[in-house]
């Protein structure tokens, strides 16, 4: 059981990478707005990429719930999942206002265990 939370906490982590994708694409998409001078297209890109990004983030969170859940519950910790937290965990720090934090926590949690 605790198996199959730690694939579905991993699988609802990548949404994080969509996430920052999105975010980037929004910001290329503006980038390439600006020539045309309208400060409410280069606006309205920003904003589109920022909103995808946060809807796309919820999922990501709750693995990122799951996975801290996983960590602090099982004893011994595969070598592969660990190092799959980790990453996540340095992709959250990318996530400025609460991926600091969160990216924080799990490490400490990662190099505790």
Known sequence: ??????????????FLLLSLFSFASGVANA??????ADPKLIAGELSAGIVLSLIQV?????????SFWCIKKSTEASKVYLKLCKLFAYLWLLFIP??????????KIINGA
């Open 31 to 36: 980038v390439a707005a600006f020539p045309t």
């Open 58 to 66: 919820i999922p990501a969170m709750v693995g990122f719930a799951l």
């Open 1 to 14: 059981m605790i198996n199959l939370v730690k694939v579905l906490s991993v699988l609802l982590q990548v």
């Open 98 to 107: 609460i991926g600091i934090i969160l990216g924080i926590k799990q490490l």
